[in-house]
């Protein structure tokens, strides 16, 4: 029960995208928006996200994980509401950064909670887990959001999240418990958590796990900002079909999870992860060669099923290395992990529209150039005696 809970509390942002991905070309519609205009509703959700991770991961090495969690839950509700609510692009846009803000305290405190409570291959494994519960958001929330907008405008796509959110709410207060004792906290004040931040900076291998799982993140995200547009209007997908194609990628992510939970067993953790870099970067290049020979729809339905598939291999792993690179200050690792990826996110979902509703290749060289990079920080990251992942599957 508890790891279904941090797994939804991780997917905090699949939900409040994916559910809302469906609605992007009604909202810009509705509200008279440009394609990269409305994709800025996503850009503010993303920094809210960072920032909120910037902020809270810190704190609850302070203060705890239970109190930020319970007050970042209980305003992501009420901002969930005000997105419902919100009568232009501009007061729709605050409201989901306020999302974002309040929202990150489910995504950077499930794993400082996990790092609390395991280590190793066992980090490895459960982030793993959660990956696959998380992958399954993209299987059912772009079905729902699809549904909801065959009976509801696109307001009611909010509706839905506040209900999600809801759930986590109660969840929250009666299912997580307190796992950083009082005796493991952090001193109170910005300079201790300034120290914080620069000690896991300064941590080699953290840096670079950090840069393989953000710049990843940022690759797939590359695709979820500028799949509304790119498959319904260049591929010709209806509502429904895009839901679906976008379901069966997430399916293909929740598959890769469960075989890189048995390949940990068996595997270094990195052997895992380079293998999940490799397929990103086949991937990327392959979408890059199919926009330029005109967007046949098959082979790119395929690059992009390999691409999400490969966060299955990735995203689990790259996160666990780098969580256990810096044990004693799981806040604060979680949060600047989390910061970057979801900067990098906000950074990719402008670009990938400035070609406008109708081109496809800002998306695929945004991806190439994300994949392109992942691959360099995964090799350059340190493989060494202390790798502490490495020693745990070893031992």
């Known amino acids: 029960m508890l790891v279904a809970l941090l797994a939804l509390l991780t997917a905090v942002a699949a939900l409040s995208t994916d559910l809302y991905l469906p609605a992007l070309p009604a909202v810009a519609a509705d509200l008279g928006a440009t394609a990269s205009g409305v994709q800025l509703t996503l850009t503010a959700f993303m920094v809210g996200l960072a920032a909120g991770q910037f902020v809270i991961g810190p704190l609850s090495d302070v203060l705890g994980r239970r109190r930020p969690l319970l007050a970042g839950v209980g305003l992501c509700l009420a901002a969930s509401v005000a997105c419902a609510l919100a009568p232009d692009l501009g007061t729709l846009a ?16 499930a794993r400082a ?24 958001m993209p299987v059912l929330a772009p079905l729902g959001g699809a549904a909801v907008l065959q009976f509801a405008p696109w307001r009611g796509v909010f509706w839905a999240v506040a209900a999600l959110v809801l759930v986590m709410v109660v969840g929250s207060l009666t299912v997580v418990p307190e796992t950083l004792p009082p005796e493991r906290r952090h001193p109170v004040g910005l300079r201790p958590l300034l120290a914080n931040a620069a000690a896991v900076l300064r941590t080699r291998r953290y840096r670079y796990a950090l840069l393989t799982f953000a710049l990843s993140f940022g690759a797939m995200f590359s695709y979820i900002s500028a799949s509304p547009f790119v498959l319904q209007e260049v591929a010709g997908l209806t509502t429904v079909q895009y839901a679906v194609a976008f379901g069966v990628n997430g399916l293909g992510m929740m598959t890769a999870g469960l075989v890189s939970i ?23 290049v392959g979408l890059l060669v199919t926009v330029l020979l005109g967007t046949p729809t098959v082979p790119l339905l395929a690059c992009l099923f390999v691409l999400v598939s490969a966060m ?8 666990a290395t780098a969580m256990g690179a810096v044990p004693d200050r799981a806040g604060t690792g979680s949060a600047l992990l989390g910061t970057t990826q ?10 990938v529209g400035l070609g406008g509703k109708a081109d496809p290749l800002p998306m695929a060289v945004t991806v190439l150039a994300c994949a392109a990079l992942a ?11 202390g790798d502490r992942t490495r020693a745990a599957v070893d031992g």
Request: no cysteine.
């Open 262 to 284: 048995r390949l940990v067993d068996r595997l270094p953790v990195l052997r895992v992860l380079s293998v999940g870099v490799g397929l990103l970067l086949l991937a990327a």
């Open 94 to 109: 605050l409201a989901r950064f306020v999302q974002g803000f309040s929202g990150a305290a489910g995504v950077v405190i």
């Open 113 to 136: 909670i996990v790092a609390d409570t395991t280590r190793g291959r066992a980090t490895a494994k459960l982030m793993g887990l959660m990956m696959i519960i998380v992958g399954v």
């Open 375 to 385: 691959a360099t920080a995964l090799l350059a990251l340190p493989r060494d005696a």
């Open 312 to 319: 299955g291999l990735v995203l689990g792993n790259a996160s």
């Open 342 to 351: 979801f900067l990098l996110a906000a950074l990719v979902a402008p670009l």
